[in-house]
């Protein structure tokens, strides 16, 4: 009997399939079948359990239960896999009496990504049949593994280079012909040949020091040890009872939210348009950022050619780009042939006629309108018709760049992140005239440089570095009124990023900041507070990490940061030219100072129609800014708290402040008993 799973796109295994699956197996019971494959129509074997069925109410039949009724069916079943067998899906397979793969296939265990396990005997089965140590790896790094790789671990039993459904049928005839008995993996006992071996395994995993925010490691380890102490049945209830504590915790809904929100984030208006074809490409600016950018279109195949002003700043150039191909060589991220490839594809010059044959430009020259506009005006007169002309700006207006070009339509933003080896996330920024498939050539190329893709509207710094405004001047307000940069990073280490705010600064360099500051110093609001602090930080020659000083102080050759009394004294005298009294602030007031400031901008950029949906805002923060991913982002962290504690605390502080003054839809969302995640839904049924 074959079995074939049709639920596009990626087979997961929700409840309609789960039913299917468990009826096809009640067929098998009739005498005149022999034996069972399953398979999948489309791309993949089943790719996990359907994530957005998690914290609603359980349907039947449950997935454990269903794989338990594979398992003990009497009649062979056999799973023939290809594409990304994870999660539910693998553990489907694992229930299987037989599994056999296409070489392409991948199989493993993501769900620690989303903060839980395997719960559907994964943490039981896999171990039977391969050690404690790779199903450990497996389960706690989350990284799919390659069908060869499965099959050498024990975990599948054949590969196949073609033809993945006859041959599954040709093995279980076989098989029948044999007559063995079934393997089941429930029974099988290869994995504990060594029990000393596997409490060592156990042990080690135990003692690596793990992120307290984030129980799901430590989780799989227990169930993994329990399947080794326990029996079966046992171990599966012990591994039931840890995936539902798992699922019901905070670190779980916002993993799982940044999840959905990364894939909801490629629903944009534009998604019907055909993205053009890049294959050459062109980077104007070899500095820290052009470098970047070029690097990572190299490693996603594209062919490069580097513009600088002039020979010695190209070579400078190249010799970045050379630098970063060495790092990750030395990592193991590049092979050193793989780099040579990469060499070979790009080309450097001086003269912009050079981009001619491009297809896509990205510009990445210094922050500066007139420069960016010279660049525009240029690339203008030298680019193919129908290549795309993008600009890295961080703040500028993408629509004033469109405007000196003949083709404002091909005009678009693509502002990466550094270092844009690390930083994951694109905002693709959609400028009035941008054609729709413009705009979508840019969400293609993200994905095409393993990015995520987010659509942002023109406004000064977009969403995350309007966010991220939002943030710091939550800091510094708190640094005027009495903190200590000390205090607000430590609070916000806390909450969960890896740096607080002034730790980042340091390691960015203050100077970048003070010379927008100056340049806009005209144009700013008086009415608006102004934290002058970091000016007199850079006055006194303070720049940060590459200076020895900025917020702290650091050793001769150190990043180690160090309270600095200096600073102590320049904050004092801030204070007291402002007749500031200072006063002390508790963690949990400087980290709701600091979320409830970029949820409320979130709110405006919302309003203003600069974001599609909040999770767009979310993904932002998470892929870009280091906010605690397992929080789901910042609104996600509203949502949980309450819009009303949220408004009522920005509307205490707006007593004496006007900075804090309540977005209005805040208050709307208040009267309609409404929350974010509201507004996430009715985006994606608009999509
Ligand atoms: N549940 C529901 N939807 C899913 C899904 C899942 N497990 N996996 C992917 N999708 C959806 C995505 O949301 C996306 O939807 P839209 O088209 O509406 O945007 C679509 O499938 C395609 O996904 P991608 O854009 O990610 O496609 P890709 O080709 O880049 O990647 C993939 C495919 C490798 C399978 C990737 O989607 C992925 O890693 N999925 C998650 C796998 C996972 O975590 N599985 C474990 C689930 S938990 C579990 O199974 C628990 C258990 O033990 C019971």
Redesign the pocket.
């Known amino acids: 009997m074959i079995v074939t799973i049709d639920n596009p796109?990626?087979n997961?295994l929700g409840a309609e399939v789960r039913q299917g699956l468990w009826d096809a197996i009640g067929a098998a019971e009739d005498p005149g079948v022999k034996a069972v494959v399953i398979h999948a129509a489309g791309r993949?074997f089943p790719?996990?359990?359907?994530?957005?069925e998690f914290g609603k109410p359980p349907a039947d039949p449950w997935?454990p239960d269903l794989c338990n009724r594979i398992e003990a069916c009497d009649k062979l079943v056999v799973a023939a896999l290809h594409g990304?067998a994870?999660?539910?899906g693998f553990?489907v397979a694992l229930a299987c009496h037989t599994r056999i793969a296409l070489a392409s296939a991948k199989v493993g265990f993501?769900?620690v990504?989303?903060g839980?396990l395997?719960?559907?005997g994964?943490t039981q089965r896999a171990p039977r049949l391969c050690g404690a140590q790779e199903a450990l790896t497996l389960m706690i790094e989350g990284k799919p593994i390659d069908a060869p790789t499965a099959m050498a671990m024990g975990l599948i039993d054949g590969v196949v280079e073609e033809d993945l459904l006859e041959q599954a049928i040709l093995l279980a005839g076989m098989l029948v012909e044999e007559g063995k008995p079934l393997r089941r993996s429930g029974e099988c006992r290869d994995g504990f040949r060594d029990p000393i071996g596997y409490e060592a395994a156990i042990r080690a995993a135990r003692a690596v020091k793990r992120d307290p925010n984030l129980p799901a490691p430590g989780r799989i380890i227990d169930c993994v040890e329990a399947a080794l102490l326990l029996p079966f049945e046992n171990g599966l209830g012990y591994e039931r009872a840890a995936f539902e504590d798992l699922v019901a915790s905070e670190a779980s809904a916002g993993l799982r939210h940044a999840?959905?929100s990364e894939?909801?984030a490629?629903?944009i208006p534009e998604a019907h348009a055909t993205p053009r074809e890049i294959a050459q490409a062109g980077v104007v600016g070899g500095g820290l950022m052009g470098a970047g950018i070029a690097t990572a279109l190299l490693g996603a195949g594209l062919h490069v050619t580097l513009v600088e002003a002039d020979r010695e700043r190209l070579a400078a150039g190249l010799g970045r780009i050379d630098d970063l191909h060495e790092r990750a060589v030395k990592r193991g991220r590049l092979s050193a042939d793989a780099r040579e490839a990469e060499w070979d594809r790009l080309g450097g010059t001086t003269d912009l006629a050079g981009l001619g044959a491009a297809d896509l430009v990205i510009e990445a020259v210094t922050e500066d309108e007139a420069l960016k506009a010279g660049v525009f005006r240029d690339l203008d007169r030298v680019m193919k018709p129908g290549a795309v002309l993008a600009t890295n700006t961080s703040y500028l207006d993408v629509d004033d760049l469109a405007r000196v070009t003949d083709r404002p339509a091909d005009v678009v933003g693509l502002h990466f992140f550094s270092p844009v080896q690390a930083m994951r996330l694109v905002e693709v920024v959609a400028a009035a005239k941008t054609a729709p498939e413009v705009v979508a050539t840019g969400f293609a190329l993200a994905k095409r440089l393993g990015k995520v893709a987010v659509r942002a509207g023109v406004c000064d710094g977009f969403i995350g570095n309007r966010m991220l405004t939002a943030y710091r001047m939550a800091a510094d307000i708190l640094l005027e009124e009495g903190a200590a940069p000390a205090e607000v990073d430590a609070a916000m280490r806390d909450f969960g990023f890896a740096m607080g705010p002034y730790q980042v600064a340091d390691m960015a360099g203050l100077d970048i900041s003070w010379a927008r500051r100056k340049r806009l110093a005209d144009s700013r609001d008086p009415a608006q507070r102004y934290v002058a602090i970091a000016d007199r930080l850079c006055e006194a020659g303070r720049f940060g990490q590459k200076t020895g000083a900025g917020y702290y102080r650091y050793a001769e050759g150190s990043r180690t940061p160090e309270e600095d009394p200096a600073v102590a004294d320049i904050l004092q005298a801030e204070r007291s030219a402002r007749g500031i009294e200072p006063r002390r602030f508790g963690k949990v007031e400087i980290r709701q100072r600091c979320l409830f400031a970029m949820v409320n901008e979130g709110a405006k950029i919302l309003a203003e129609g600069i974001a599609l949906r909040p999770s767009d805002i979310d993904v932002v923060m998470l892929a870009g800014y280091g906010f605690p991913r397992w929080r789901g982002g910042p609104m996600k962290a509203a949502d949980r708290l309450g819009i009303l504690q949220v408004r009522n605390a920005l509307r205490g502080w707006a007593a004496d402040e006007p900075f804090w003054t309540p977005a209005p839809m805040l208050n709307d969302m208040i009267k309609n008993g409404r929350h974010f995640d509201d507004m996430n839904a009715e985006e994606a049924q608009k999509s």
């Open positions: 796109p990626v997961a993949t790719a996990g359990a359907d994530i957005r997935l990304t994870l999660g539910g553990e993501p769900e990504n989303l839980i395997p719960g559907a994964g999840f959905l894939r909801r490629g629903h």
